[in-house]
Structure formats: C-alpha cells, structure tokens
C-alpha cells in the first residue's frame, strides 16, 4: 500500500529565477556530445563551450559581478565528459573524442595552464567519467567498448571490463562503491563487481531500441534505473532489482520525442530529474525502490532550450528556505538555476524528515585500499547549517518580490507537508504540467472590487448552435485567432491541403452537411480576417507571403471558389498577421516573416507604408481606437508605436514579455495604456500594463496567471473595461475588468467549460441581448461545433435599462473616412449609438421606492438617557399601559339577580 501513501515531495515545485538571476556572458555552447556538458563542483561550474576541446569554467558564487568565466583549452579534440572530484575541488578530469583523460588541478581563479596527468584509452573516444563515490583518486571511464578502472594517484588502470559487444553507453558506481553498472549500444544492461572478476556477473536485456541509454544506480544498492528508448522509440524510464534481473522491476513511458534524456538523481530524496537537450521541458519524479515505482511529481517547461544539465552539491543548498534541489540548466547564452523547494512556514530548525545527513567531503579510504578489498563510506554530515563548520560554497538564497503579488504563508498539513496557497504552484495530477496560482482572490479582499464580478458565461441552447463541422485545422500558427466571425459569418480553416476555409451563415444554425463548399486558398492559410465594414470581403494571409481579398456571395457560399477578388504582392516570406484599419474603408495592415510591418489600400490594392525596425518574428499587432498609431510586440523582447504617416520606424520603444513563445498586445483605456499578454522567464503566463506615454519606464503592473504553453488571446470591451483572455485548448477563460487606476485589473468570474476549445471571438456590442444585462457575447470554436456563449451580469431589476452597463457605443461596422482621407492626415471615429431598446425605461430614470420606516434601536436611545430618567419613562409606559386604575372594571357594571330568584 506504500503507492498509494501521499508524498512529502508532493508539493515540491520548481522555481525560476527572473533573468537578473541568471548567468550570462558564458559564450556559446556545444551540442555535439551526448554528455551532460556542465557540471558543478562545490565552488565553481564547468561547461563546453562552442569551441572543441575548450572548456568554460566560472565561480558558483552568487555575485553577480564576479561571474567572469574563464577557458581552460583542455583537448585538441571535442571533450565528451567531464567531474568534479568528489573530495578536492580542485581536481577536474576531462575526456575527449581525441581518446584521451587528463588530470587538471585548478588554481583558486579557476585556471589552468598544464595538465597534472594524461591517460591514454584505446577503442574509441571516451564515453563517460565517474568518480568513485567513497574512495579517493578512484575513476572509472567508458571508451569504445571498453571500460576502464583508474588508479589517478599512479596514473595506472587497474582493471579493464572487454566483454561489450558494442559501443559503452554509459557507466555508473554503486552507492556503496561495490558495482558498477554500463549499458551499451547491443541493448544491455550488464554489472560487474571487477575485484572479483573482469566479466559481468548479471547480465539483462535493456531498452528494446539501441539509441543512447543511461544507467544510474538508485539509494539503494539492489536497485538501478536506466532511461532510453522502447520499441515504438518513445522514452522510457526502467528500475530494476539485482534480486530479479531477468526483466525490470518497473517502467514508466514519457512521449515520443527523440531528444536524449539527462537524468539526474538525488540520493538522498530518491528525486530524479529529467531534460533533454534541444527541448525546454523538465521532468520531477520520485523513484520508490520500496513498492517499487516510478511516479512523477511534475512537469516544467521553460523558456530556453537545454543544452545540458547539472546538480548543484546538497551542501550549498540553502536548506532552511527548504530548498531540495537546485539544478542548473545549460542554454545557448545562459547558465539558469532552477531551484526545487517544498513550500513549509518559517523554519526555525532543519526539517530532519526533508534533510536528512549526507556524506561528506573526505575520502573514507584510498584508491589502493579499495582494490585490495576494503569496503567503507564516506561519514555523513548534517545539513543544518548551524551544525557544520563553514564552506566557502555560497548558499544561494533568491528573494523574489513583486508589486502585485503578496506572499502567503502555507499551513500545513499534520504530516507537516504543506497545503497549496493561492501564491503557490500546483501540479495537476492528470497532466503532470506544472501550473501557478496567483493572488487574484486575495487582491478581490483586500483590494477594490469590480461591478462586474459576478458575470457570468452561459453556453446558449443547443438549437444555436453550428454542429457537424470536421477537419478543423490544427496547425494554424500561434499568432493567428484560429478562426474569425462578423455579425453574419464565421470563417474556419480546414485541415488538408489546398488551405481550405468553410464560411457558415450564423443565421443558419444546426447540423451542417457532410460535404461544404468552401474557399481554396492554395496554400496553408496563417491568419485571416473579416472586413468590419463589409460583412462578405475576407481577407487571407498565406504560406507563401500573399495576402488574398475574397467575396462572399450574398446568403453565404453555393460553390467552391478558387479565384480570389485580389491579391496583394509584397512580402516575400509568410503572413503573420493581416488587421484592417478601425475608423478607415480599405486600409488593411500585415506583419510577415520578413519582419516588416506593410499598410495597404484595397482600393487600389498597393502597398502604401512599409514600416522597420522589427528585428524577430513579430508575434502581434493592434491599430489604437482612434485608429492613428499601430502598436507591435516582437520576439527581440520590445513592444513598439508607430505613425506609420509620419515615419516608417517607431516613434516609441520599450521592454516587452521575457518570453519567446509568443505574445499578444492590444490598445484599452481608450488608448492610455498597451496591454500585453505574454510568458515570463518562468513560462508563466502574465499581463502587463505600459503607458502609451513613456513606453521606456517599462511596465506599470504586472500579473501572473498560469503556467500553459498557449498564449493568452485578449478581448477587449472599450465601453465596460471588461477583458477576456483565454488560449487555443484552454477550458478556462479569465475575465478582468482593466480600469486606468491602481490596481488596474480587478478579477471577476472566470468561466469554465468541460472540453478545451481552438478559438475564441467576440461579436459586436450591438449583437448582445441588451434585455438580459448581456454584456458580452462570444463564439466558441470546438473540434466539431460552433457554440455562441453569452456573458451577463446579473441584476434585479431587468425590466429596466441598465444604463449604468451600457454607455452610448461606437458604432465599428461603419466606416468614418474613407482610404484616401486617412492616408491623407484626417482622423475621425464613429458616430455613438444608444443601446436602450425601445419602450425600455433607464435604471437611473427608475422611480425611487419610498424608504421603509426605520426605528432607531432602543440601545441607542437609552444610552441617551440618564439613570433616573430611564426610571420615569418606564413607569410612565406601564402606568399609560395599564390605563387608569380608578376606572370601574367591566364586571362592575354587571347586575346580578333578585334574592328571591335563588329561591
């Protein structure tokens, strides 16, 4: 039953640090090894480098300024492995494709002009390194397919393992230094006790697929885990038990990638974690040799792509922040540490049953004692800083702040683990993915609230909706909405070739035919939008860099159409993004691969601006309300205004998301602010706020919501503030008000559906049942269904207009100026139109209800009064009660018989 006990591990979370805090200026780094390509000693990182055969070494200190990396130029060929020693610091080995080990013996500066020793290894290049784990100057190396035990005191072999068949793969020391395990290209899986025998004393069948393995060996010294590839080439992790060689005792299957896994363990938590190079995701899981199992605890996805991967020694851990691990995540420009802590309340001493003693620095025996059989470990220290003498290993302790997010205490639980706080991170147990909770709820309490937190999102009756749509695409790109709709129409791209996109009438709801007319763009379509002026003109961007102008016959499609009404020729990469003009006739804007920025004129079909300055994908593009400047949010990390009449470069810059994974921006607060949807550092889905005044001061707030690798779609309601948000699979939409004060977004309702959905559009202000307090109205796109979704705030008085809600509003379906005025230098908006349906009354014309009569309490009104007074005035009530008492009673006006009537 031990499986089904909860973890004390199970609410450790992985924890990113802002870009000041990582490790910068390290050069490029090499990706031609199936090595780790850093390691961490108890002072100092070491990592390849872009040049074969150089190393760059630079300080564990937490100073920033101090960390100057320096080259060690260590082989004349690429160094395949590398480690530290585990009892000097100071000793570094490193192997090479130029089959050669060499001993270095670094000064305090990290440098190194000569070799100590050089060991020359035949059969191949060397594979992997590995210092014994209790005896000194003990190494074991794998080359070609061979296996070597080193004396480096001698600079003597000591043994050889010769019975591979195949290429060594990876080689491991058992805990206790007693075994050692390898893997090899022929799928095995082979131990060696190599005092007693050169030759393998079990042998197994491995991974059913020969790509690269990985072999460690578990705190305990009967069981192993290997990860590698299964039959079907999905990545597997397998733990085997000595006792029961024959097949593994447990696996545990990830996905398919073909990226190679680094796994690194945690001996004293039994914690494994797992990273492949040329991928972002990071796997946490706890290895249970008791049950046995396998389980994970958590999913991470980060912002850069890992190039290697390493532990930081436990003693430079800071354990009474409860920090676990702390791995450090090698990157194209970047050394990041990502610290593993389990949430608990303010530690006064060390939590024993999270850190328990661990061994030590010196060495229980020495290398020559040990061939001759000699058996000992390493005495273990504790880890309660105020019980061992200091090191000079830093403790690196992050204090991370933000103005819009409060630390919260976690309580705990009577097993002491911690329970989930609203700052705090959680995984899903169904998907394993890593998700962040933010203060919303505390900032509703203690914060303004808004009139609109109680709206709520209603999926209308079955009867409106579009069903039996198939083959939705799944690959349009990330910057486009997936799907568009006006007051009439949606348009949906299709999966398939030829780009197809099927327009269905809103007015004619229900099951669509098995077979549509649709239009055959050629290429994939990458964005698409409706003409806000002309409800049948449908804009395309495409694979191929042109944007297409489609008619839509009136009553919808009949026919297939091929031939488009135009076609724009400019860009010669592909679309992004294509977004017509909101005050102007004719004018469309587009964003392409070859990061320009181009404005044309329908009219005439010409390219009439061409806007620079872009240097990365642009992920977005807004025109602001009044509809002179255009806003751009780029994957260099800056969000940009232009005039695109005055000046092809921006007039404005600033710092946008920290993330590369996308972004979206958008104008509200009738064009004060720039609001950006985008990722932090952290893959932490965030919103800022930024002045349109002053774009270089940087972001006025920031949120953070969840953890998810979609970006985050805004819609904006200019006439209520109100601002929807939700992504392509998402099943939740957030909903905020954005007001032009602090705190700038007040959280409402979120709005919750049971299957994730591919899109999201808001239909026009007009469009909403105004009688029902509607306010928002939505269609939702599904894998095989349209689904209108209304968002209404509940009110008493409906039969009343809730003016209140619903001020005068722009009327965006018609134009204020045609192409040429615009292109000329005139601006002008819409007329305002009132929403108030006929022969409704406004809330605020409502007549006033006559107040009920309040008392004032009878507390209130003796304190008033002084002790005698309140005497007299209750005798006075009760004399008043009783009346006066010198009246005759009724009885007495009663007359009794005669006396001779008794008789």
Same mark, same amino acid.
């Given at each position: 039953?031990?499986?089904?006990?909860?973890?004390?591990?199970?609410?450790?979370?992985?924890?990113?640090?802002?870009?000041?805090?990582?490790?910068?200026?390290?050069?490029?780094?090499?990706?031609?090894?199936?090595?780790?390509?850093?390691?961490?000693?108890?002072?100092?990182?070491?990592?390849?480098?872009?040049?074969?055969?150089?190393?760059?070494?630079?300080?564990?200190?937490?100073?920033?300024?101090?960390?100057?990396?320096?080259?060690?130029?260590?082989?004349?060929?690429?160094?395949?492995?590398?480690?530290?020693?585990?009892?000097?610091?100071?000793?570094?080995?490193?192997?090479?494709?130029?089959?050669?080990?060499?001993?270095?013996?670094?000064?305090?500066?990290?440098?190194?002009?000569?070799?100590?020793?050089?060991?020359? !290894?035949?059969?191949?290049?060397?594979?992997?390194?590995?210092?014994?784990?209790?005896?000194?100057?003990?190494?074991?190396?794998?080359?070609?397919?061979?296996?070597?035990?080193?004396?480096?005191?001698?600079?003597?072999?000591?043994?050889?393992?010769?019975?591979?068949?195949?290429?060594?793969?990876?080689?491991?020391?058992?805990?206790?230094?007693?075994?050692?395990?390898?893997?090899?290209?022929?799928?095995?899986?082979?131990?060696?006790?190599?005092?007693?025998?050169?030759?393998?004393?079990?042998?197994?069948?491995?991974?059913?697929?020969?790509?690269?393995?990985?072999?460690?060996?578990?705190?305990?010294?009967?069981?192993?885990?290997?990860?590698?590839?299964?039959?079907?080439?999905? $990545?597997?992790?397998?733990?085997?038990?000595?006792?029961?060689?024959? $097949?593994?005792?447990?696996?545990?299957?990830?996905?398919?990638?073909?990226?190679?896994?680094?796994?690194?363990?945690?001996?004293?938590?039994?914690?494994?974690?797992?990273?492949?190079?040329?991928?972002?995701?990071?796997?946490?899981?706890?290895?249970?040799?008791?049950?046995?199992?396998?389980?994970?605890?958590?999913?991470?996805?980060?912002?850069?792509?890992?190039?290697?991967?390493?532990?930081?020694?436990?003693?430079?851990?800071?354990?009474?922040?409860?920090?676990?691990?702390?791995?450090?995540?090698?990157?194209?420009?970047?050394?990041?540490?990502?610290?593993?802590?389990?949430?608990?309340?303010?530690?006064?001493?060390?939590?024993?049953?999270?850190?328990?003693?661990?061994?030590?620095?010196?060495?229980?025996?020495?290398?020559?004692?040990?061939?001759?059989?000699?058996?000992?470990?390493?005495?273990?220290?504790?880890?309660?800083?105020?019980?061992?003498?200091?090191?000079?290993?830093?403790?690196?302790?992050?204090?991370?702040?933000?103005?819009?997010?409060?630390?919260?205490?976690?309580?705990?639980?009577?097993?002491?683990?911690?329970?989930?706080?609203?700052?705090?991170?959680?995984?899903?147990?169904?998907?394993?993915? !890593?998700?962040?909770?933010?203060?919303?709820?505390?900032?509703?309490?203690?914060?303004?609230?808004? $009139?609109?937190?109680?709206?709520?999102?209603?999926?209308?009756?079955?009867?409106?909706?579009?069903?039996?749509?198939?083959?939705?695409?799944?690959?349009?790109?990330?910057?486009?909405?997936?799907?568009?709709?006006?007051?009439?129409?949606?348009?949906?791209?299709?999966?398939?070739?030829?780009?197809?996109?099927?327009?269905?009438?809103?007015?004619?709801?229900?099951?669509?035919?098995?077979?549509?007319?649709?239009?055959?763009?050629?290429?994939?379509?990458?964005?698409?939008?409706?003409?806000?002026?002309?409800?049948?003109?449908? !804009?395309?961007?495409?694979?191929?860099?042109?944007?297409?102008?489609?008619?839509?016959?009136?009553?919808?499609?009949?026919?297939?159409?091929?031939?488009?009404?135009?076609?724009?020729?400019?860009?010669?990469?592909?679309?992004?993004?294509?977004?017509?003009?909101?005050?102007?006739?004719?004018?469309? #804007?587009?964003?392409?691969?070859?990061?320009?920025?181009?404005?044309?004129?329908?009219?005439?079909?010409?390219?009439?601006?061409?806007?620079?300055?872009?240097?990365?994908?642009? +992920?977005?593009?807004?025109?602001?309300?009044?509809?002179?400047?255009?806003?751009?949010?780029?994957?260099?990390?800056?969000?940009?205004?232009?005039?695109?009449?005055?000046?092809?470069?921006?007039?404005?810059?600033?710092?946008?998301?920290?993330?590369?994974?996308?972004?979206?921006?958008?104008?509200?607060?009738?064009?004060?602010?720039?609001?950006?949807?985008?990722?932090?550092?952290?893959?932490?889905?965030?919103?800022?706020?930024?002045?349109?005044?002053?774009?270089?001061?940087?972001?006025?707030?920031?949120?953070?919501?969840? #953890?998810?690798?979609?970006?985050?779609?805004?819609?904006?309601?200019?006439?209520?503030?109100?601002?929807?948000?939700?992504?392509?699979?998402?099943?939740?939409?957030?909903?905020?008000?954005?007001?032009?004060?602090?705190?700038?977004?007040?959280?409402?309702?979120?709005?919750?559906?049971?299957?994730?959905?591919?899109?999201?559009?808001?239909?026009?202000?007009?469009?909403?049942?105004?009688?029902?307090?509607? #306010?928002?109205?939505?269609?939702?796109?599904?894998?095989?269904?349209?689904?209108?979704?209304?968002?209404?705030?509940?009110?008493?008085?409906?039969? +009343?207009?809730?003016?209140?809600?619903?001020?005068?509003?722009?009327?965006?379906?018609?134009?204020?100026?045609?192409?040429?005025?615009?292109?000329?230098?005139?601006?002008?908006?819409?007329?305002?139109?009132?929403?108030?349906?006929?022969?409704?009354?406004?809330?605020?014309?409502?007549?006033?209800?006559?107040?009920?009569?309040?008392?004032?309490?009878?507390?209130?009104?003796?304190?008033?009064?002084?002790?005698?007074?309140?005497?007299?005035?209750?005798?006075?009530?009760?004399?008043?009660?009783?009346?006066?008492?010198?009246?005759?009673?009724?009885?007495?006006?009663?007359?009794?018989?005669?006396?001779?009537?008794?008789?």
């Amino acid at each position: 039953m031990n499986r089904f006990k909860p973890s004390k591990y199970k609410n450790c979370i992985p924890k990113i640090p802002k870009k000041e805090g990582w490790i910068g200026d390290i050069g490029g780094t090499s990706t031609n090894t199936n090595g780790n390509n850093i390691k961490c000693g108890h002072s100092r990182i070491v990592y390849n480098t872009d040049i074969a055969g150089v190393l760059g070494i630079i300080s564990l200190q937490v100073d920033k300024d101090k960390k100057t990396p320096s080259r060690l130029h260590c082989h004349s060929d690429v160094v395949t492995d590398f480690s530290f020693s585990p009892f000097d610091d100071n000793l570094l080995v490193t192997g090479s494709a130029d089959q050669t080990i060499k001993l270095w013996n670094l000064t305090e500066t990290g440098n190194a002009t000569d070799p100590k020793g050089t060991l020359a !290894v035949a059969g191949g290049q060397v594979k992997a390194l590995q210092f014994h784990p209790s005896a000194d100057a003990l190494l074991v190396s794998a080359a070609g397919k061979s296996a070597q035990i080193w004396d480096l005191s001698t600079e003597m072999s000591l043994a050889a393992l010769d019975n591979h068949n195949d290429l060594v793969q990876s080689i491991c020391w058992s805990q206790d230094g007693v075994l050692i395990g390898t893997t090899s290209k022929e799928k095995r899986l082979r131990i060696f006790d190599v005092r007693k025998s050169t030759r393998a004393s079990q042998d197994a069948q491995g991974h059913d697929n020969n790509k690269d393995s990985r072999v460690l060996w578990t705190n305990s010294n009967n069981h192993l885990i290997t990860s590698g590839f299964n039959q079907v080439r999905e $990545r597997e992790l397998l733990l085997w038990d000595l006792r029961n060689f024959s $097949r593994p005792a447990t696996s545990f299957s990830l996905d398919a990638s073909s990226g190679l896994l680094i796994p690194l363990y945690d001996v004293d938590t039994g914690l494994l974690i797992l990273a492949a190079q040329g991928e972002s995701t990071m796997y946490s899981m706890e290895v249970n040799t008791e049950s046995p199992s396998l389980t994970q605890l958590s999913q991470c996805v980060t912002e850069q792509q890992t190039r290697g991967l390493a532990l930081v020694p436990k003693l430079c851990l800071d354990v009474m922040s409860c920090e676990l691990l702390r791995l450090l995540q090698l990157t194209d420009r970047f050394i990041i540490p990502i610290s593993y802590s389990v949430p608990r309340k303010a530690v006064q001493e060390l939590p024993l049953d999270l850190f328990p003693d661990t061994a030590g620095r010196t060495a229980a025996l020495s290398a020559q004692s040990w061939w001759s059989g000699v058996n000992k470990q390493v005495e273990k220290v504790s880890l309660d800083p105020s019980q061992r003498p200091v090191t000079s290993c830093p403790v690196k302790k992050e204090k991370e702040t933000s103005h819009t997010e409060q630390k919260v205490a976690s309580p705990e639980h009577s097993d002491g683990s911690a329970i989930s706080s609203p700052s705090s991170s959680v995984t899903s147990p169904t998907s394993g993915i !890593v998700s962040s909770t933010s203060q919303r709820s505390l900032q509703s309490i203690l914060g303004p609230s808004s $009139r609109f937190r109680h709206t709520q999102g209603i999926v209308l009756h079955r009867d409106s909706h579009i069903t039996n749509l198939r083959v939705v695409s799944q690959s349009t790109p990330g910057e486009s909405d997936g799907f568009c709709v006006n007051h009439q129409r949606v348009a949906v791209p299709l999966a398939g070739p030829g780009g197809q996109i099927a327009v269905l009438e809103l007015s004619q709801p229900g099951r669509l035919p098995d077979s549509l007319p649709t239009i055959e763009n050629t290429v994939p379509v990458t964005d698409l939008t409706w003409d806000p002026f002309n409800p049948q003109r449908l !804009v395309t961007g495409g694979e191929d860099g042109r944007i297409k102008v489609w008619i839509i016959p009136q009553g919808g499609l009949k026919e297939t159409v091929t031939d488009p009404h135009s076609v724009l020729v400019g860009h010669n990469e592909r679309i992004y993004t294509v977004r017509f003009q909101p005050c102007a006739s004719d004018i469309l #804007v587009s964003s392409s691969y070859d990061m320009t920025v181009r404005v044309w004129n329908l009219r005439s079909g010409k390219n009439v601006l061409t806007l620079q300055g872009h240097e990365d994908q642009i +992920f977005s593009l807004a025109w602001s309300p009044d509809g002179k400047c255009l806003a751009t949010c780029c994957k260099d990390q800056r969000i940009r205004i232009y005039d695109p009449r005055a000046s092809n470069h921006p007039k404005q810059e600033g710092a946008g998301p920290e993330g590369a994974r996308g972004a979206r921006i958008l104008w509200v607060c009738d064009g004060k602010y720039l609001l950006v949807s985008g990722f932090d550092s952290r893959s932490e889905r965030q919103l800022t706020l930024h002045s349109t005044d002053n774009l270089s001061q940087g972001p006025i707030t920031t949120i953070s919501l969840d #953890v998810s690798p979609s970006t985050l779609i805004p819609h904006y309601d200019p006439d209520t503030g109100i601002l929807l948000l939700t992504g392509k699979g998402d099943t939740r939409s957030f909903i905020y008000e954005v007001t032009a004060e602090s705190p700038y977004f007040l959280e409402c309702n979120s709005f919750m559906t049971s299957d994730p959905h591919k899109g999201f559009q808001c239909l026009r202000k007009a469009d909403c049942a105004v009688p029902e307090v509607e #306010v928002l109205r939505a269609l939702r796109l599904c894998n095989s269904s349209i689904e209108p979704v209304a968002f209404r705030v509940p009110r008493v008085k409906k039969e +009343f207009f809730q003016d209140d809600v619903f001020p005068p509003t722009r009327v965006t379906w018609e134009p204020a100026l045609s192409a040429e005025e615009w292109l000329s230098g005139k601006d002008k908006q819409q007329r305002s139109i009132n929403l108030c349906p006929s022969g409704m009354t406004p809330v605020s014309q409502a007549p006033k209800e006559a107040p009920n009569k309040k008392f004032v309490p009878s507390s209130v009104y003796l304190q008033e009064k002084t002790d005698e007074q309140k005497k007299e005035e209750l005798l006075n009530a009760m004399v008043a009660k009783l009346g006066n008492r010198d009246d005759p009673l009724p009885q007495d006006a009663f007359e009794g018989v005669d006396e001779d009537e008794w008789d």
